[in-house]
């Protein structure tokens, strides 16, 4: 099944990164974003800006560590105590999931999903 692409004209990363098992994608220079132009920072928390939805590009497709750093810039400038900070909060979570079931960590998995559904319900 082919998933919708929200930001079709950017392409994904070589790999999807666990941490450990590849090379870190900033800080090493064998990592798939070393010396990338990075996303620009977040301005203010938006569904419709182009970061909120590269994440969900990233985190539709199992890229889910980079679907996190995607949607913490938002999480981090969205006003404290509105909804929309909490749907950043618990997409980030999800996303902490999705990397320790790749992990292989099944007791961390289930804690990330269980605080990300409580945000999201």
Same mark, same amino acid.
């Given at each position: *099944?082919?998933?919708?692409?929200?930001?079709p004209?950017?392409?994904?990363p070589?790999?999807?990164?666990?941490?450990?098992? $590849?090379?870190h994608p %900033?800080?090493?220079?064998?990592g +798939?974003?070393?010396n990338?132009?990075?996303m620009p920072?977040?301005?203010?928390?938006?569904?419709?800006?182009?970061?909120?939805?590269? =994440?969900?590009?990233?985190?539709?497709?199992?890229?889910?560590?980079?679907? +996190?750093?995607?949607?913490?810039?938002l999480? $981090? %400038?969205?006003?404290?105590?509105v909804p929309l900070?909490?749907?950043?909060?618990?997409?980030?979570?999800?996303?902490?999931a =999705? %990397?320790?079931?790749?992990?292989?960590? $099944?007791?961390?998995? *289930?804690r990330?999903? =269980?605080?990300?559904?409580?945000l999201?319900?």
């Open positions: *099944m082919l998933r919708r692409r929200w930001l004209e950017k392409s994904f070589s790999y999807a990164y666990l941490p450990g098992r $590849q090379p %900033v800080r090493d220079p064998a +798939h974003s070393y990338s132009e990075a920072l977040a301005a203010e928390a938006s569904l419709d800006s182009d970061i909120f939805l590269w =994440g969900l590009d990233l985190f539709n497709h199992g890229y889910y560590w980079e679907a +996190h750093e995607a949607w913490e810039g999480w $981090q %400038v969205a006003d404290r105590g900070r909490t749907l950043f909060k618990g997409l980030i979570l999800l996303s902490a =999705g %990397v320790k079931i790749r992990e292989g960590k $099944q007791a961390a998995a *289930m990330h999903a =269980g605080r990300a559904a409580a999201l319900r």
